[in-house]
């Protein structure tokens, strides 16, 4: 065992892990990107179009290049990149190494397969957690409530 | 004249005065701050509600605590703070002290008209210019742009 390594790497700042799709940009976002800068230098995985629509059938309003602008200046992102558009998102997460995953309250990822799925990699070391409380300081905490908003507001000035 | 006073002067960063509704961040909200960090160190008014529906007839999508949240968290946004709800925004300008404002390529104020004003209040010295490139590499450049694109959508799932 190597006492000095081990000394050094108490010294490091954590790496932290988040991803999402970041359409319209609320303030729930930044409060998981200012909870997880509590652990550690935040790392964002910004989910690409072609991988939205994958998963849940639609694009997000907001095109992939423009999401990962916004993210990538805000305080404290460390750093931000685009996932990838295929299925293998480990790979990614394999590429940033990260030493916490910090999962949105809203993210239906299970911990469990997401778990088994890092340990088929070799990456049992890399500590999930889920942030509990849900953000609603604000009323329009979520992307969805944002557009519905807009489209309620559209229907009233046309009627 | 104090000339140590003077060298102190030139050593200290610029004040540079942004200010906007900001009401769906996007990448042309993202560029004028980060023009505007060239300049100096950026103190940002984020317009109220009241404001804005005194000008323009309506209030924005996003309240004004929730737009002033995300552009306080803008990696180059040095303080950022609520405009005033009265017709006296130049007080905010006083309060703030800029050596700069830098205005919006679609910011509709003549600068003629906002130079006399600020002559008015004594605050000659204050340097206004305006980021004459209008930013459109991404697509949804405007916050109406991304109204429309919500809208649009909402309409072809419905049909």
């Given at each position: 065992?190597?006492?000095?390594?081990?000394?050094?790497?108490?010294?490091?700042?954590?790496?932290?892990?988040?991803?999402g799709?970041?359409d319209?940009?609320?303030a729930?976002?930044?409060?998981?990107?200012?909870?997880?800068a509590?652990l550690?230098e935040?790392?964002?995985?910004?989910?690409?179009?072609k991988?939205r629509e994958?998963?849940?059938?639609?694009?997000?309003?907001?095109?992939?290049?423009?999401?990962?602008e916004?993210?990538?200046?805000?305080?404290?992102?460390?750093?931000?990149?685009?996932?990838?558009?295929?299925?293998?998102?480990l790979?990614?997460?394999?590429e940033?190494?990260p030493?916490?995953?910090?999962l949105?309250?809203?993210?239906?990822?299970?911990?469990?397969?997401?778990?088994k799925?890092?340990?088929?990699k070799g990456?049992?070391?890399?500590?999930?957690?889920r942030?509990?409380?849900?953000?609603?300081?604000f009323e329009?905490?979520?992307?969805?409530?944002?557009k519905?908003?807009?489209?309620?507001?559209?229907?009233?000035?046309?009627?």
């Amino acid at each position: 065992m190597c006492i000095f390594k081990d000394l050094k790497m108490n010294h490091q700042k954590k790496r932290v892990l988040v991803a999402g799709t970041f359409d319209l940009v609320h303030a729930g976002h930044i409060y998981l990107i200012n909870e997880a800068a509590k652990l550690g230098e935040v790392f964002v995985v910004v989910a690409t179009d072609k991988n939205r629509e994958l998963f849940s059938g639609k694009r997000p309003i907001i095109p992939q290049e423009q999401r990962l602008e916004i993210i990538s200046n805000l305080k404290h992102v460390k750093d931000a990149r685009l996932g990838r558009s295929d299925n293998n998102t480990l790979k990614t997460v394999e590429e940033i190494n990260p030493d916490i995953i910090l999962l949105g309250p809203d993210q239906k990822y299970s911990i469990e397969i997401l778990k088994k799925g890092l340990a088929e990699k070799g990456l049992n070391h890399i500590e999930i957690r889920r942030l509990e409380k849900y953000y609603d300081k604000f009323e329009l905490h979520s992307s969805s409530l944002i557009k519905q908003k807009i489209i309620e507001n559209s229907k009233e000035n046309n009627s």
